[in-house]
């Protein structure tokens, strides 16, 4: 005989209505230098948030579009992180010779991602632009398994991290994944664009580049913008910080020969 039918209260059952209902999807855009715009859906609710597109996302797309002649076009990049994709999509656009858009490897983040990249109407092709999960600090075999290089050579000529550097435990494991990732000739970079939403821990976001400086990267400022308004209007702090993106690009120290050392006051 059921609980149900004995009036019995079944304690491992939720009541209808427990749990808040899920949040559906959004829609954002990102409108390119060109003029063209790309629509981006969006997970409904991420702990990584990968809900949201963040100014530096459409800050680091635009920059790699100005330069796409130069670190793009032919070239392979990987993005980190990459969210809805805005960065990838622009450096497909923009000629690479392949690109890998990686992210934490939840499935509901990733399939959002291949959505926004196989319904991306700017695309005549997709064949050269790949969804794969990846855990930073991790081996990259699979991405460096869409390059066509000998395994001991295998890196991308350019790495994205767009809005990473808050994430202060991990700061070590992503520089690992840069350092697993970037290829070991001169012209590789690894471009890190990020907004300091929490103003008072600022510092601790600019120690990704303090590390980066002591473990073999050239780092130098490359990109300060003030944006026309912040990202979370109930954050404290300077307004004009929390709107404010920073861009700064890592090359290999042994490699760029252009005698830089990082500088906090850069």
Known sequence: MSNEENNEFDMFTEPEGFYPPEKPPTLDTHTMLSGDVLTLRLVGHSPLWGHLLFHAGHAIAHYVEERADTIVAGKNVLELGAGAGAPSITCALGGANQVVASDFPD???????????????????????????????????????????????????????????????????????????????????????????????????????????LNGFEVQKVYEKVGEHVMFEDDKGDETLRKTVFGYELRWKELCCEGRRYSSKE
């Open 107 to 213: 499935p509901d983040l990733l399939e959002n991602l291949r959505m926004n990249i196989d319904h991306c109407s700017l695309l005549t092709s997709t064949r050269n632009i790949h969804v794969e999960g990846y855990v930073w600090g991790n081996v990259p075999l699979n991405l460096l398994s869409h390059l066509n290089m000998p395994p001991m050579q295998a890196g991308f000529d350019l790495v994205l991290l767009s809005d990473l550097v808050f994430n202060h435990s991990e700061h070590m494991n992503l520089l690992k994944s840069v350092q697993k990732t970037l290829r070991r000739i001169p012209d590789a970079r690894a471009l890190a664009f990020f907004t300091p939403h929490r103003t008072w821990l600022f510092e601790k976001d600019m120690e990704f580049f303090k590390v980066a400086s």
